[in-house]
Structures are given as structure tokens and as C-alpha cells.
């Protein structure tokens, strides 16, 4: 069935597909964490039920959100050994330990205080609590900043020397090889992408309550959130966005050179293409709608700068152009309309519409998932910009996957394919389920199990028969929460 398929390819394919999935999940829970801890400090402050209740909501979605995004990224962690083992060997010691470094802080911090968050409102102390949610926040922007640094030193390579066997090993400083020339641009160009991920989620979700009902406090309270977020760091995304684009340019002027679409060198100002159909063959981008000298206004800030392009780089190292073009291109104009939802929420709350401008409430709806759509064609822009190079200008793709034939990786390709789409389509199945129904007052948490935990054979404790013992466990049958029962 893959025997006349390419083995290499099949790799990739598979590591496109698996990452994508993986990389939907942490863009959500990142900026959801932190939309918690808000949501929690803001009860605690203002002792407001209303703001409970929508922690509450929402916990429940973390929840889910978060077991997929861990579920699928260690699944996507075993192809390095397996489709990807070059590279693991090469990569190990610079790689290696700054992963390691990810779970030792990002990881356990996580785990140690997310049952808390999860079960342990009605355990402990409030500032507890908020303390754990803290922490799971703190914890996901930690395991942002690692795996940012280690895909950054994959594009930007600095701080190590070359081993006898070819192995990447550690030069005199971490500090280089961690902060190195690209990572601090992509960290906050990615945290900032997360927190508007979630904040259009929210938004949308709020703006399909109040189509139903505008009445209702709850979707308005989340919506004016979403909306402020939208309205407020949208624009600071761009800068950093742009930012982003001028360190592309000093550091792999090939990916600029495709994501611009220019082939030809332009010594008197480079035109910024708007659309067009890139065509690698005829070396030409065919019907073009571009600004003149717009590109070499916005990359060197002088519309008569000169800008090379992909006529100075030989034929094997430049990148898939149509790819990148396209991608590129994506992330810009969802970026630029979450920016027209933003700026169309203020002018709707300095009239006091805000939640009376159906329009406005259904362009949010529509724009729910454009973070989720950002992220991916983001990192479809990054990720094959790089090519034909898994790191930059020293390792190639073709040269760091495993030997292993065709038929072995088309079908575990498969079988990622058929479980992914049964697994995780069941759980955006039942977080869109979640999103569905509107908060409410006394809106549950995340409920534990009927049971309880499950405990060591020998140590199950009995329940009790003293009808005075609050802590007794009820026998009825009844699944239901206590407040819910007649």
C-alpha cells in the first residue's frame, strides 16, 4: 500500500499531523490557565459569585483540554526515537537536557498542583487554591518558554561545538544555547498567539450566549473579557509580530525571501505582494496584487532599500515558496481581522452597545476558533521556512530521519490518523458540548467520580453507619451532586 510512497515524506507527513493536533491543545491551555488564575483572583477580591461561577465553567473545559494537549504530546515525543533517531543522536546533548529541563519545572509543577485546582476548592483555603491555579498558570508558560527555546536553537543555532562522531555538544555557556538569537522574539510572539487563542474562544462563546440572550450576566461578563484582551493586545501582537519578521530576516533571509514571495532581488525596493500564485518553475509570483516598495518599507523601514531574494540562494536550500507564501499570508489576515473585531468592540462599548450589536456578536462567533487556524498556519510558516534544514544551515531533514522503509511509517501514519480523529474528535466533541450550554449561578466544577479515588486493596475504609458523620458515603445509587437532589 506505501510502497511507492517516500519514506521521508511519510515521516514528516506524520510529524505535521501529530504536532498539529498536539499544538491546538497548549496554545488554549496556556492562555486559559492564566484566564483562570484572573477569574479566581477576581472572586477573591470582590467576593462576586458571578466570577466563580465562570471559573467554574471554564475549569471544566481546561480540564479536557489540558489531558488531550499531554495525551498528544507525548505521543508526538516518541517519533524522535522512532522516525526521527538521527536526529535525537545528533541533537541529544544540546536538546536533550533542555527538554529534561521542561518536564523537571514546567511538568511537575503542573502536575503537583493541578488536583488541587481541579478538586480542591472545597478541600483547602481559598488563597490556597488560588495559589494552585497560580501555579498551574506559572506552569504553562514554563513549559512554553522550554520548548520555545528548544525549537528556536533549531532555527538559530548558537552556543555549541561539533563532536568528533558529529553530535551537537554543549559550548561553555547554557545561557547562549537557551537565549539564543531568535527565542526571545518567538516567545513572546507565541504566548501573546495563546492568550488571543483563548481570548476568541471566550469571546465566541460568550457572543453565542448573548445571541441567544442578552440578558444574560454571565456571557456578558466573558464577552467584555474577551474583548478587552482582543481590543488591547491584538495591536501589541502585531509589533511583536513584526519584530519577529525583522529577526527572521537578519538570522534565515530564505523564509523572509518565500513567506514575501520574492524570487527576483530587488535593488531599488521590494514590492509587498498581497495575493498571487506563486510559481516555482517560472521563478515568478503570476498575478500579483502588491504595493510597490511596501515589503522594503516594512523590513528594513526605507522604501528604497534593496532586498535579495530566492535568485541568491541555490536551487537545494530554498524553501517549498507556495507553502510558506500561503501560510504566511493566513496568520497576517487573521491577524489583522481579529484586530477589526477589537477595534469594532470599542467603538460598540463607547456607545454602550456592546452587548446589544447582534453583528458584532456573531463576527465573534465566527472568529472563535481564527486563534486555533493563527497558531497553526504560524507554525506551518516557521516550520517549513526552515526547510530543506531541521537545523538551520547545519542538519538536514533528509539526513535526520530513521532507515526505516515506506510500509512501516504509512501505517503507524494510519493509526495515528484513525485514533486521532476517533479520540480527540470526541473530546472537542464534548468541549464543544461544554461551550454549548450556557453558565449559570452555582455552576459545578469539575465533579470527582462516584467513587472516589481508588485505593490500595487493604486500606478501603468502610462506610460508616453513624448518621451524625457528615463525611459518610452515600449508598443510594444516586449519581447526583448533593445540590441537585430534591
Known sequence: MFDQLDALLLARI??????????????????????LAVLEGLWLKTGKQLYLD?????????????????????VMSYQFGTNWSVFSDVTGPVLGP??????????????????????????????????????????????????????????????????????????????????????????VHTVLAAFLTTAF?????????LLKDRGNLHARKMFSMAMWMAALVVPVQIVAGDMHGLNTLEHQPQKVMAMEGHYQSHPDGAPLILFGIPDSEAREVRYAIEIPKASSLILKHDPDAPLAGLDT????????????????????????????????????????KLYDWPWLHRAA??????????????????????????????????????????PAVGASLLAF???????????????????????????????????GPIRTAGITPGPTQDPTDGSRRDLSGDKREPEERP
Open 54 to 74: 465562570l471559573f467554574k465553567y471554564w475549569l471544566k473545559i481546561f480540564a479536557i483540554a489540558f489531558a488531550m494537549g499531554v495525551v498528544s504530546g507525548i
Open 14 to 35: 506524520q510529524f505535521a499531523f501529530t504536532v498539529s493536533f498536539h499544538f491546538i491543545f497548549p496554545a488554549f491551555s496556556i492562555g486559559l490557565a492564566s484566564f
Open 98 to 187: 533542555l527538554m529534561a529541563y521542561e518536564v523537571l519545572t514546567a511538568f511537575f509543577l503542573e502536575a503537583g498542583f493541578l488536583g488541587v485546582m481541579l478538586f480542591g476548592m472545597e478541600r483547602v483555603g481559598r488563597k490556597l487554591h488560588f495559589a494552585a491555579t497560580l501555579m498551574v498558570a506559572v506552569g504553562t508558560t514554563i513549559s512554553a518558554f522550554w520548548i520555545l527555546s528548544v525549537n528556536s536553537w533549531m532555527q538559530t543555532p548558537v552556543g555549541f561545538e561539533m563532536g568528533a562522531n558529529g553530535q551537537f555538544l554543549p559550548g561553555p555557556s547554557w545561557w547562549t544555547i537557551v537565549f539564543n538569537p531568535s527565542f526571545p522574539y518567538r516567545l
Open 417 to 451: 490518523v484513525v485514533v486521532y480523529f476517533f479520540v480527540f474528535g470526541a473530546g472537542v466533541w464534548y468541549i464543544l458540548h461544554l461551550m454549548h450550554k450556557s453558565p449559570h449561578p452555582g455552576e459545578f466544577g469539575v465533579k470527582r467520580g462516584d467513587k
Open 313 to 352: 540562494i541555490p536551487l537545494d536550500e530554498q524553501p517549498p515558496v507556495g507553502i510558506v507564501f500561503w501560510s504566511f499570508r493566513i496568520m497576517v489576515g487573521l491577524g489583522f481581522a481579529m484586530l477589526g473585531v477589537g477595534l469594532w468592540s470599542l467603538l460598540a462599548r463607547w456607545r454602550g
Open 201 to 209: 474562544v471566550v469571546g465566541g462563546v460568550g457572543a453565542w450566549h
Open 365 to 406: 462567533l465566527v472568529m472563535a476558533p481564527s486563534g486555533f487556524v493563527a497558531v497553526i498556519a504560524g507554525w506551518i510558516t516557521t516550520e517549513v521556512g526552515r526547510q530543506p534544514y531541521v537545523v538551520y544551515n547545519l542538519l538536514r531533514t533528509a539526513d535526520a530521519a530513521s532507515p526505516l522503509d515506506a
